[in-house]
């Protein structure tokens, strides 16, 4: 799979390091006729309260962080890990691309377009996988919002996700990628405020690529 939004394509669109790798690799490529300058960083990723935070990290280094894309060409960039054991846990990282102006890679203008693509670090054993459950929650605002928490041991890459309620009328929250639930955390989506009122319905979500359904108890309704 690739990422693509105008003449920029990186390719995958995450990366897995297995615990006998230290280093691998993705392509930036230039689909138009024209040099591209992009900037490559990569930055600790964590679920906290929800949301999401990146930290800078000594944990991982890519090479090179500054380059130009030839048109019609691609350019491979190098994920190294630091490190000289495997993590204990699956660790998480985000690459964050900035395509640079031409003229000022480096005038501290701001990035013509941003890309980010998750990189995770496989640990000994292997997880077993994530564990996902649902709970409806409120915010200050009286927001219901739906909170999928993951307590298994591997992230869950959450994609069309969706609330089928009463009568199996469906509301979509993200038909297409969701998002990612980090191992031991959790993240929170919004509902519709004609969503109803769960344990009457259930969510529906491909996690991992699997067909999976959550429905959420009535003792994990809570408010905030």
Known sequence: MSAAS??????PVSLALQPDEQATTFWLSNTGRE???????????????????????RDVAVSPPLLEVPPLGRQRVRVVRLAADPPFAETAYRLVVDELPQTAAAAGEQPLLR??????????PAPAGPLLSARIEEDASGQRLLRLENSGDRHAR?????????G?????????????????????????EDAG??????????????AQVLVPAADLLSGR
């Open 6 to 11: 105008g003449e920029l394509r990186l390719e």
């Open 35 to 57: 040099p591209l300058q992009a900037q490559v960083r990569v930055f600790s990723w964590t679920q906290d309260d929800g949301g999401e935070v990146l930290a800078p990290t």
């Open 115 to 124: 890309y980010s693509i998750p990189v995770f670090l496989l640990p000994v």
């Open 158 to 166: 959450v994609a069309a996700l969706r609330y089928i309620g009463t």
């Open 168 to 192: 199996g009328r469906r509301h979509e929250l993200a038909p297409s990628l969701a998002g990612y639930v980090l191992a031991g955390r959790y993240k929170h989506w919004p509902l519709p």
């Open 197 to 210: 009122r769960p344990p009457y319905g259930r969510f529906e979500a491909e996690v991992n690529g699997q």
